[in-house]
């Protein structure tokens, strides 16, 4: 692994949970040869703010979750 490599992933690893949830789409996204046209990008900013908001309410206390034994 390349110095700039490892400095970029411990810089994104520094981040809050749900802006590395950001990088690591935006990154996937482009692996997958996914086109960037604008109805798939706000979908995916759709998504990103929906999955950072329920791990707002996680982390606040607001939403408790329940075990996977449990459900």
Known sequence: MSKATYQLIA???QLAPADRLVVANAILARLEGETDDHESQEI???????ISNRIA???SGRVKT???PEV
């Not at 995916?44 to 929906?50: A, I, M, P, Q, V």
């Open 11 to 13: 810089s994104a690893l």
């Open 44 to 50: 995916r900013e759709d998504w990103s703010d929906e």
């Open 57 to 59: 309410e996680i982390d």
């Open 66 to 68: 329940i075990p996977s």
